[in-house]
Antibody, heavy 119, light 110 residues
């Protein structure tokens, strides 16, 4: 049974780097034909796609965060990660990791983790 | 790119049908058949209900259907049930190489 679990600090200071990891169980990232993505949702607001990665390393990023974001994959640990630099309060959100077809839709989601940007 | 436009709220009685619209441009909704719809219950992760405009993932009831005309996509829910009460988000591929979400629609089952 596929499961995705986000992990990382729940509090990040302004101007620092937000780092999250998504651990995948029930599927092999390197053996999968799917893309692995990050989507966020600020409190009380809508969803925003951050970016997605294929296990071979090809990445696609939302232009609104492209200059600050890096998504990477670690097939040995069956994980993929998000790094978002120079964070501000506007980056406070629930961050979800998900698996899906790059542009068609994301079928499986983690439970989400709240990251607050505050000093 | 701007977010796709959805009505902030819709409502319907049990057994009725409701349609949620999602309006974009020729650079996103109108230009590609990569429109998806997500259902989100409070405190839960979003659930994919429709992909590629009108396809249903396994396990999604056929009461949920999707369509598109020009720059506007629609999600129709027939035979409304209490558990359908949730927030619904549309999503579309957009030039170049990005995904856009709508602002979300709150569905209330009266």
């Amino acid at each position: 049974q596929l499961q995705l679990q986000e992990s990382g600090p729940g509090l990040v200071k302004p101007s620092e780097t937000l780092s999250l990891t998504c651990t995948v169980s029930g599927d092999s990232i390197s053996g999968s034909s799917y893309y692995w993505g990050w989507i966020r949702q600020p409190p009380g607001k809508g969803l925003e796609w951050i970016g997605s990665i294929y296990y071979r390393g090809s990445t696609y990023y939302n232009p609104s965060v492209k200059s600050r974001v890096t998504i990477s994959v670690d097939t040995s640990w069956n994980q993929f990660s998000l790094r978002l630099s120079s964070v501000t309060a506007a980056d406070t959100a629930v961050y979800y990791c998900a698996r899906g077809d790059l542009w068609s839709g994301y079928y499986f989601w983690g439970q989400g983790t709240l990251v607050t940007v505050s000093s | 790119q701007s977010a796709l436009t959805q009505p902030r709220s819709v409502s319907g009685s049990p057994g009725q049908s409701v349609t949620i619209s999602c309006t974009g441009t020729s650079s996103d909704v109108g230009g590609y058949n990569y429109v998806s719809w997500y259902q989100e219950h409070p405190g839960k992760a979003p659930k994919l209900m429709i992909y590629d405009v009108n396809k249903r993932p396994s396990g999604v009831p056929d009461r949920f259907s999707g369509s598109k005309s020009g720059n506007t996509a629609s999600l129709t829910i027939s035979g409304l049930q209490a558990d359908d009460e949730a927030d619904y988000y549309c999503c579309s591929y957009a030039v170049t190489y990005t995904l856009l979400f709508g602002g979300g629609t709150k569905l209330t089952v009266l």
